[in-house]
């Protein structure tokens, strides 16, 4: 298995940087995330790297193969990848072995080979028994389970995921998400998926590589893109917590209990470098800031609570039990991370 290696690629349309010299070296058989808003480019790189967009700098190849520079674009059918789209990309007229095996069939091999290959693919997504089904009589999820047969029936060593989940309903996500950690499990393929979704993105991806406007803002594992996020908008796009402005600290520091309470306690809105407070490090009981409870929201484990601080802060808390909004709470501070100040 060889790695797939994106080195300062950059994409222009016009004027109009859509990716800005983003490098990433993907390990073979790592399941890779590109996540970030509308907008950002994510699109615009995955298109890149199945071929259906040349780059306008910079070079993508997968171990010692050029795939793309500004002079040399590897056409998408000799890139040994396959594409799952958020639409499926189903023939309706053909049944769903016939959708598996039309990748094979272009490749010129028939027989026994082809017959085996849709079984092997088919079983990979758990969908033997509807072989002679017709597209339209599929669930959403089925489907989706269909065009990831249909991509992985050629052993792909590269499969590229554009949003799959995009048209699914919640609960349907969660099933399809374990249909991909199995079909990542059960290939070792490398996997490039393209999300907007921060939960989808952390609960699937071995690493993360997070865009906004057409750069690399981090690229990173989901643990350390939640515990260590580099700037202020990061922190705000992963997970739940909350920034505080104080008087002290520098990025990439780490604020145990006392030197957090100590700055959190002198800054009414003094202070200028960002810390990222989340829920789990904030404590409340006998000692600490005085908040207010603004609301309190039932999430069936425990309750979620807005709190503002005295100097108008927001700050979220979790509590195991219900705090009646408007009551007066104290709140710890148990571990606050200092961020980069967005521009
Ligand atoms: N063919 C094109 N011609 C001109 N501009 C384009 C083209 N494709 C994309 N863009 C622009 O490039 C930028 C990045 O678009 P891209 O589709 O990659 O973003 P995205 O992060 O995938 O967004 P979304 O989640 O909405 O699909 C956008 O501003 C978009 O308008």
Not at 76 to 84: F, I, K, L, T
């Amino acid at each position: 298995m060889e790695g797939l290696s994106i080195e300062g690629v950059g994409k222009r349309f016009g004027d109009q940087h859509a990716v800005r010299s983003l490098s990433l070296e993907i390990e073979p058989g790592e399941f890779v995330a590109l996540l970030g808003p509308s907008g950002c480019g994510k699109t615009t790189m995955l298109r890149m790297l199945a071929g259906f967009e040349r780059v306008s700098a910079g070079r993508i190849a997968l171990g010692g193969r050029l795939w793309a520079d500004t002079t040399h674009h590897l056409p998408p059918e000799q890139r040994n990848m396959g594409m799952v789209f958020q639409s499926y990309a189903l023939w309706p007229h053909m049944n769903v072995a016939d959708n598996v095996g039309y990748p094979v069939k272009l490749r010129g091999i028939g027989g026994n080979d082809y017959r085996r290959r849709v079984r092997e693919a088919l079983a990979l997504v758990r969908l033997e028994a509807y072989a002679e089904r017709s597209p339209q009589e599929l669930s959403g999820g089925q489907r989706q389970r269909v065009a990831l047969a249909r991509c992985l029936v050629t052993s792909p060593s590269v499969v590229l995921l554009d949003e799959p989940l995009a048209n699914l309903d919640r609960h349907l996500r969660a099933s399809m998400e374990e249909c991909f950690r199995d079909f990542h499990h059960r290939t070792g393929a490398t996997l490039v998926y393209v999300t907007h979704d921060q939960s989808e993105a952390m609960s699937l991806a071995d690493r993360i590589a997070v865009m906004k406007a057409g750069e690399l803002v981090q690229w990173a594992t989901p643990e350390t893109l939640y515990r260590q996020p580099r700037s202020e908008w990061l922190a705000g796009f992963i997970g739940d917590g909350s920034v505080l402005s104080l008087p002290g600290g520098t990025p990439g520091q780490v604020l145990a209990t006392d030197m957090l309470m100590s700055l959190a306690s002198q800054a009414s809105g003094a202070g200028h470098q960002p810390v990222l407070v989340r829920p789990e490090h904030v404590q409340l009981g006998e000692q600490g800031l005085n908040a207010r409870v603004e609301r309190s929201i039932f999430r069936g484990e425990r309750y979620e609570l807005s709190l503002r601080l005295a100097d108008l802060t927001p700050l979220v808390a979790y509590s195991p039990r219900a705090i009646a909004e408007g009551s007066e709470v104290k709140a710890m501070l148990t571990q606050g991370w200092c961020l980069e100040a967005d521009a």
